[in-house]
Structures are given as C-alpha cells and as structure tokens.
C-alpha cells in the first residue's frame, strides 16, 4: 500500500452513535492533517499533528476527537454528530508542518452521512 | 472580503480548447501558491507549485501568478475529457506558525466535452 489511505470510505451512523476514521501514510512523513469538505465550501483545516503532537486545533467542536498514536497512523473519533457534520472528512500528510513549500498528500476521504 | 475567492463553475469547454482557471485573494503576504485537482470520489492530489510571482510550465499545464494584482491562474492546453474534475487554488505565507496554514478556494467544477 502506498500513499495516503483512510477507512472506511462511506460512512453512515446516527446522532447518538460513535464511530471512528482511520488514516495511513506510507510516505515517511511527519505531519499529518484532518481536513473537512463540504458542499460548496473551502476545505476546512481541522487538526494538525506534528511528531505525534497536537499543534492546531482549528476550534472544531468536541465531539470530534483527534487521535495520533505514531506519525503513521492518525484517527477522528466521533460521537452525537449533528446532520450539518455530513461531509467528505479528509486525511493529509506533509513532511513538516511548515504549511508552504510543502507538498500536502491527501488520502482518497471518507464521506460521512449522519442521520 | 474572504481571504481566497474562486469561480465554483461548472465551466464546460470542448475538448481541445484552452482553458483558464483563477482565483484573486486578499492577503499579501501569500507567497506560495498551489493548484490541486481533485476528481470525483477521490482526495486532492498537487498538480502545480510555484513560489512568488512569475510562470510555471509543465506540461499542458501552466500556473501564473500576479502577486501585484493578487491574481493567479492555471492554463491547460489540448484540454482532454481525462483533465474533467475539480480544481482548488490554494496559498500559504510559507511560514510555520499557526497563522500560516494553507488557505483553499471552493474549486471550479471543469467538463471537458468529447
């Protein structure tokens, strides 16, 4: 596997359910990046780790929750989603956090429907 | 004013044309400036990267960025249908504090027509 994978690819889960996304970089790279997508919108930055350290926090509300457990593999833990939280829900990496002069690469997303 | 304005589209072209994609931002400071294609059902992927004002070729592929006008572009020559997909502007000061994170464009929406 190469790149920048993430799970599951579709998603749907109800207001009181908790699920969780998975993102994979076989890049070498030591940042790593949430990012949401939504209809006619910018992508939105949501979290940003660096060597497995939380440096962005992008006021995003609490019930997602970041997870970095090595500078591989990053999570988004979610749980009472609200409807307006449906959206294609992106996973990035870069080799440092310096955000130019940095190639981001994403992974393909995970499209996120909350009921 | 938001800091990255872009046409959502959709902007249809015949295959063959010349097609122009742009974006005007606000924010001076930006001196890295990005074009990412991304299709359907698939994440970004960084198609052009220039630093400051000038050109940038590769390719069909052509990046143009007008820093006095805040202005830049992307041209794609010999547009073909495979070059159908949605295209996102995006900038950086290039810096590494928070203050310096990638900003987007909405995307335009690009169909080439057989």
């Known amino acids: 596997e190469t790149g920048v994978t993430q799970t599951p690819r579709h998603l749907v889960m109800g207001m009181t359910n908790k699920k969780s996304l998975k993102c994979e970089q076989h890049l070498g790279h030591n940042a790593m990046y949430w990012y949401k997508q939504s209809a006619k919108k910018p992508l939105e930055l949501m979290f940003v780790y660096s060597l497995e350290e939380r440096v962005e926090n992008n006021s995003v509300p609490s019930r997602f929750s970041p997870e970095c457990p090595n500078s591989s593999h990053l999570f988004l833990h979610l749980h009472t989603l609200q409807p307006e939280d449906s959206a294609l829900y992106l996973c990035?990496?870069?080799?440092?956090?310096?955000?130019?002069?940095?190639?981001?690469?994403f992974g393909p997303g995970t499209r996120l429907l909350v009921l | 004013q938001k800091e990255v304005e872009q046409d959502p589209g959709p902007l249809s072209v015949p295959e063959g044309a010349i097609v122009s994609l742009n974006c005007t931002y606000s924010n001076s400071a930006f001196q890295y400036f990005m074009w990412y294609r991304q299709y359907s059902r698939k994440g970004p992927e960084l198609l052009m990267y220039t630093y400051s004002s000038g050109n940038k070729e590769d390719g069909r592929f052509t990046a143009q960025v007008d820093k006095s006008s805040k202005y830049i572009s992307l041209f794609i020559r010999d547009s073909q249908p495979s070059d159908s997909a949605t295209y996102l502007c995006?900038?950086?000061?290039?810096?590494?504090?928070?203050?310096?994170?990638?900003?987007f464009g909405k995307g335009t929406r690009l169909h080439i027509l057989p």
């Open positions: 995006a900038m950086s000061t290039g810096g590494m504090n928070r203050d310096d994170k990638i900003i």
């Open positions: 990035a990496s870069s080799q440092t956090t310096r955000w130019g002069g940095e190639t981001q690469y």
